[in-house]
């Protein structure tokens, strides 16, 4: 590889080894590149090792949501269990040896553009440069705490869904459970059967599709182990079928798909809760997509359980005991779970990042984060993210996702190795462009048709990318160099 602008072969800072990190290690070992992979927790893993709650998996097929470089044949279920998960995320990163490369425990706290190139500083004062940063920090990170009165003076078990007390005892004790997004939905499959009383806080109803919950048999697995056509068709098929079909059907509030999927959640609804007036409680008022689709195989059957509660009454305060709503009730309590998502705005931040000029990423993003492309920001030389602002979330495989946008990077990073580039940043009009198209396709999208959720940004608008799969791809193939300062 040819030297840099900085004189040196080109080394890359990626910050965060989640699903995404992994990834660009993974590749940029097998290419023979320096980097260092800066990880702020003691192991990789990133929302797998974070998120522990009963009753986690991942609603998306677990042969979707694998590398395709790394696709396993044992998976045990269609959608596998989040500790399965973890286990074959640190288990990539351990047959690829990134670990030599690896930097636990540590956290970035600034990141600097020097000239011609970066200085990465962490949190124990170890500081290195570097040529190229590849964040890969995630979006459901910084855990959303509710404003709720008194939520510090509750005398049991309190803690987010993403920071699970496992020291907790759960089995016969009164569990309330605040949101229901896919964590507090998942939660409650688990949980109110387990519970003396479950109570679950439901300020919005959801949609919830109803999937099986299928395990692959030996025999299904066997055949994946020997087949690796058979295991690379499923993983290209299913990931087809999300990217171009339900990626495609969210662009338009009005799509057949969205109505398709609205009518099976209904009949879903319909047919599975008995009480009439628990059912018209569960009955969203919205269109399916609008927020995050909920998937569920246990869902309605566990709200029926007998010590289970939907509680649907605002919730007033919290109280030493309990949970009191707005009809005068007290819900009393051992363990209150907060269910209620994460701050998606956040990306790497608080990290300080000082971009060309020592213009600060806090002050660029201080309306709202956006991206170039999804992946860079003018003013930030040869800085890069993966699942970062205005990336598909939702829409298309995650992991396909990130795969195809280090891909680009990569593109870049030959760019400049050749002298296309002197170093690799959108420039300040392409950015502007990019963006000025993008809000105007999101607002044509079901998750703008009037629901709250997070896919909206603080005007209201899905921050999410609003395009379809073939344009995605079709960007992150090859970047348009003339989107690029030519200095
Ligand atoms: P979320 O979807 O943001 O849901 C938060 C819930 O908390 C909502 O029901 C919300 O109500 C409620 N809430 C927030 N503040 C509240 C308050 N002050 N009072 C009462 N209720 C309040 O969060 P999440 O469930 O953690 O899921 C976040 C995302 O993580 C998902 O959308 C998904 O992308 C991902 N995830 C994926 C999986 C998977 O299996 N792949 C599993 C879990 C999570 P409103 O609806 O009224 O705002």
């Known amino acids: 590889m040819a030297t840099t602008q900085s004189g040196r072969e080109p080394r890359f ?21 320096g980097f260092t992979l800066f ?21 998306v097929p677990s042969h979707v949501y694998s590398y395709s470089f790394e696709l396993n044949p044992e998976w045990s279920y269609l959608c596998s269990p989040g500790a399965e998960i973890q286990a074959y ?35 124990s004062g170890f500081s290195d440069r570097f040529d190229w940063v590849i964040a890969a920090t995630g979006i459901l990170h910084h855990p959303k705490y509710p404003e709720i009165e008194g939520l510090d003076s509750f005398e049991g078990a309190n ?13 016969g004790r009164r569990i309330g459970i605040v949101g229901t997004g896919s964590s507090g939905i998942q939660i409650t499959g688990e949980l109110a059967s387990r519970a003396s009383k479950f109570s679950l806080f439901q300020r919005t109803a959801q949609w919830v599709v109803p999937v099986e919950q299928t395990a692959y048999t030996e025999e299904e697995r066997e055949k994946f182990r020997t087949d690796a056509d058979l295991l690379r068709n499923l993983h290209e098929e299913l990931s087809q079928n999300f990217n171009d079909g339900f990626g495609t059907s969210v662009l338009d509030g009005n799509s057949e798909m969205v109505q398709g999927i609205q009518d099976t ?55 030493p005991t309990g949970v009191r709503t707005a009809d005068g009730r007290l819900h009393e309590l ?10 998606v705005d956040r990306f790497m931040r608080p990290m300080t990042i000082r971009g060309r000029d020592g213009v600060l990423l806090d002050d660029v993003w201080k309306d709202r984060p956006s991206a170039y492309m999804a992946v860079g920001v003018p003013g930030f030389p040869n800085f890069f993210m993966l699942n970062g602002p205005n990336s598909p979330v939702g829409n298309f495989s995650l992991v396909q996702t990130a795969e195809m946008q280090f891909g680009y990077v990569m593109d870049l990073v030959e760019k400049v190795r050749t002298g296309e580039l002197g170093y690799a940043m959108p420039t300040a009009e392409a950015a502007h462009r990019f963006e000025e198209e993008r809000v105007e396709a999101a607002k044509k999208t079901v998750w703008a048709t009037g629901c709250r959720s997070w896919y909206l940004d603080d005007r209201g608008i899905p921050f999410a990318w609003p395009f379809p799969f073939s344009r995605f791809r079709k960007e992150m193939a090859a970047p348009v160099l003339a989107d690029f300062e030519a200095a």
């Not at 990880?39 to 986690?56: D, F, H, L, Q, S």
């Not at 803690?159 to 007390?165: G, N, Y």
């Not at 051992?334 to 994460?342: E, R, S, W, Y």
């Open 13 to 33: 800072a990626i910050l965060g080894a989640g699903m995404s990190g992994i990834l660009a290690s993974v590749k940029l070992q097998e290419a023979g590149l």
């Open 39 to 59: 990880e702020k927790a003691e192991k990789v893993g990133g929302t797998w090792r974070e998120n522990t709650y009963p009753g986690i998996a991942c609603d």
């Open 334 to 343: 051992d363990v209150l779970a907060l269910a209620t998502g994460f701050q």
């Open 159 to 171: 803690f987010h869904s993403a920071r699970w007390d496992h020291d907790v005892p759960l089995d």
């Open 265 to 319: 959640c209904t009949e879903h609804l319909d047919t599975v809760i008995e009480d009439p007036e628990l059912r018209e409680r569960l009955r969203p008022n919205y269109r399916a997509a609008c927020k995050r689709l909920v998937v569920s195989h246990n869902f309605y059957e566990a709200i029926q359980h007998p010590n289970a509660e939907l509680v649907t009454d605002d919730i007033v305060r919290i109280e």
């Open 89 to 123: 995320f640190e288990g990539v990163a351990a047959r690829h040896g990134i670990e030599t490369s690896l930097r636990l425990g540590d956290a970035v706290v600034r990141c600097e553009w020097k000239g011609v190139d970066w200085e990465v500083e962490t949190a």
